[in-house]
Nanobody, 114 residues
Framework: QVHLVESGGGLVQPGGSLRLSCVASGFTFSTNPMNWYRQIPGKPRELVAAISSNERDTVITDSVKGRFTISRDNSKNTVYLQMNNLEPNDTAMYYC???????WGQGTQVTVSS
């Protein structure tokens, strides 16, 4: 069964950093692209970052470009979102997606506040 489990969220002060992890199972992770989305309160869910199966291609949305980095470790079936210089507007529920599997994780909450 396809399963995605996010972790690494929490409360952080502005300017701080977090690394989110998403562990995948139930499909061949190494051949699948992976995405990170977030849902900011009161706003629609948006794509934050995407990564190809071989890490050759990545997409980072403009609002977080230069601050967030997506990466993956295929040996661990894990995709990461490194978030640096966090801002209050980054506060959101962050979700991992395996788009070819039509699968989403349950999300991990990130709160940026002083």
């Amino acid at each position: 069964q396809v399963h995605l489990v996010e972790s690494g969220g929490g409360l952080v002060q502005p300017g701080g950093s977090l690394r989110l992890s998403c562990v995948a199972s139930g499909f061949t992770f190494s051949t699948n692209p992976m995405n990170w989305y977030r849902q900011i309160p009161g706003k629609p869910r948006e794509l934050v970052a995407a990564i190809s199966s071989n890490e050759r291609d990545t997409v980072i949305t403009d609002s977080v470009k230069g601050r967030f980095t997506i990466s993956r470790d295929n040996s661990k079936n894990t995709v990461y979102l490194q978030m640096n210089n966090l801002e209050p507007n980054d506060t959101a529920m962050y979700y991992c997606q395996a788009p070819r599997q039509h699968s989403w994780g349950q999300g991990t909450q990130v709160t940026v506040s002083s």
